[in-house]
């Protein structure tokens, strides 16, 4: 590598070798050893500096457009029609909540024995002795 | 991102929150108006939000999927603010002290301001995904939708212009 293409290089990936192609970086960390090319890079370290200073962003501009995508999201979202809103899988979810609900309702009472007739007095007996045994607080 | 495509809206609150601040940055840099920056990061995440399905993390990571956004975003708004007045361009200013190392880099930020205003737009872009962004040359290329040659020559462009500017601003103290 001559001083030229080393200067070249420089001038485009900065004065930072590990930066550079990983093919030149060898032979520019020996040709940085020359004190002119060390000079070279000093001076490209330094616009790098430069060239790195950022725009100040705090987290509170950051947060504000954030909001901002949120309001838009939600306003896109009402502007949707109703048949579109309807097959999101949030607003699927209440429907097909009752609707579980429904068919749990029909299949018990399809499967449970239909009772005719008034209970035996015996039967009725034992099942208010046997609920007073429960309270809240568990089996008393 | 897998959330975000599940149309998770916790996820996408966490991800915005986590990479908003770099889409400003990146915009600011290119548009160089704060309240346009703000209006390209807003506009990036509703990208994000309704292209989720189409990131595929095998051919490009989230934030170089990102950076391309904005740039296209930025890129489609940059000629009509070609030369908007630096001073939109400036920071707001804090009520914390300021000490000389503060005073010293707000010089510097509002030198670099001045000096990126001449810069065509790719090559501004080219300077912050590499330098502010400190993004190696490949994956600035590829952000940028470039092979690795023809960004090499971008950058050493853009370095090369950007340097002549600075040099200029500070012989005549133009943005004193």
């Known amino acids: ?140 | 991102m897998a959330a975000v495509s599940a149309r998770q809206h916790h996820a996408f609150r966490i991800l915005m929150g986590r990479h908003m601040p770099r889409a400003i940055r990146v915009a600011q840099r290119i548009v160089r108006d704060p309240g346009e920056a703000d209006d390209i990061g807003q506009e990036a995440f509703l990208r994000v939000w309704s292209r989720a399905a189409s990131f595929d993390p095998e051919i490009a990571r989230f934030t170089t999927w990102l950076y391309r956004i904005v740039l296209n975003l930025a890129f489609d708004r940059t000629p009509r603010r070609q030369h908007s007045p630096i001073d939109e361009a400036a920071d707001v200013r804090s009520d914390d002290p300021e000490p000389v190392e503060r005073v010293i880099a707000d010089e510097e930020r509002r030198i670099l301001e001045w000096a990126m205003a001449d810069l065509p737009e790719r090559q501004r872009a080219a300077i912050a995904l590499f330098h502010m962004e400190g993004l190696s040359g490949e994956d600035a290329a590829h952000a940028m939708g470039l092979g690795a040659k023809a960004f090499e020559s971008l950058l050493g462009r853009a370095r090369a212009a950007l340097k002549q500017n600075v040099q200029k601003i500070q012989d005549t103290g133009r943005c004193a």
């Open chain 1, 1 to 140: 590598m001559t001083l030229e293409q080393f200067r070249q290089l420089a001038g485009t990936w900065g004065g930072n070798i590990d930066r550079w192609p990983a093919a030149m970086q060898d032979a520019a960390r020996e040709m940085a050893a020359d004190e002119q090319a060390a000079g070279i890079l000093d001076e490209q370290l330094r616009l790098d500096r430069l060239f790195s200073l950022a725009p100040k962003v705090d987290e509170g501009r950051a947060g504000r457009a954030g909001f901002a995508v949120l309001q838009r999201m939600a306003a896109a979202d009402r502007k949707l029609p109703w048949y579109r809103r309807g097959l999101r899988p949030s607003s699927l979810f209440p429907a097909t909540s009752l609707v579980c609900s429904a068919l749990v309702g029909l299949w018990l009472a399809g499967s449970l024995p239909y009772r005719q007739g008034p209970p035996d007095a015996v039967a009725v007996v034992s099942m208010v002795f046997d609920s007073s045994t429960l309270s809240l607080g568990g089996l008393q």
